[in-house]
């Protein structure tokens, strides 16, 4: 007994990209065109969402395009595990009783903050200066030693909380303050 003749099958010529979101009906993302790779990128998406895919084989070269059935549907929540880019431009400026920083700002539009951590003469690792980040692009630390010198690096946080690895250290030796 003979299987089926696979030159009567056919061959797609393409295949066409759905995605639907809650109780939303399916939307085709390649409307360009049917892709010709089976691979897709949905580029479009948003973290923490959930998302329903399916994938429909077309034949045919030019419009209206003949869709087989849907193939199983695959559920994608894409979770946002990239930290943000460190922050740049570190610059310090003593004054007397303070330190002031400040840096640029972030270009992620996930930013939530800043982390600003400082290590003193006496301590051997950095620690932060607060519990939350700063939203701010600049810090005064008033909590310096007239002549000591401390040492000054940043991180920055994302809204899921990834963070960034920290800026290189910049020192600066605290000024005494006015009589």
């Avoid at 946002?80 to 539009?109: H, N, Y």
């Avoid at 950095?126 to 692009?137: K, N």
Wanted: no cysteine; glycine share 8%; proline share 12%.
């Amino acid at each position: 007994e003979a299987g089926p003749d696979p030159a009567a099958t056919p061959v797609p010529s393409g295949y066409n990209v759905y995605r639907s979101q809650g109780a939303e009906p399916p939307r085709l993302l390649n409307e360009s065109g049917p892709e010709k790779d089976p691979r897709f990128e949905d580029k479009a998406f948003a973290f923490g969402e959930t998302y329903r895919y399916t994938v429909r084989a077309v034949l045919g070269d030019a419009p209206p395009y003949l869709e087989s059935a849907d193939a199983e549907a695959a559920a994608a929540s894409p979770k946002d595990t990239f930290p943000p880019a460190p922050p740049a431009g570190l610059k310090t400026v003593a004054g007397p009783g303070f330190i002031s920083l400040s840096w640029e700002d972030g270009r992620e539009a996930d930013l939530a903050g800043f982390r600003v951590w400082r290590k003193a003469p006496a301590e051997e690792d950095f620690r932060p200066l607060m519990d939350a980040p700063v939203r701010e692009t600049n810090y005064v630390d008033r909590a310096v030693r007239s002549g000591a010198r401390y040492a000054y690096a940043l991180s920055a946080l994302d809204k899921t909380g990834n963070e960034s690895r920290r800026t290189k250290a910049v020192s600066e030796t605290a000024r005494s303050p006015r009589p």
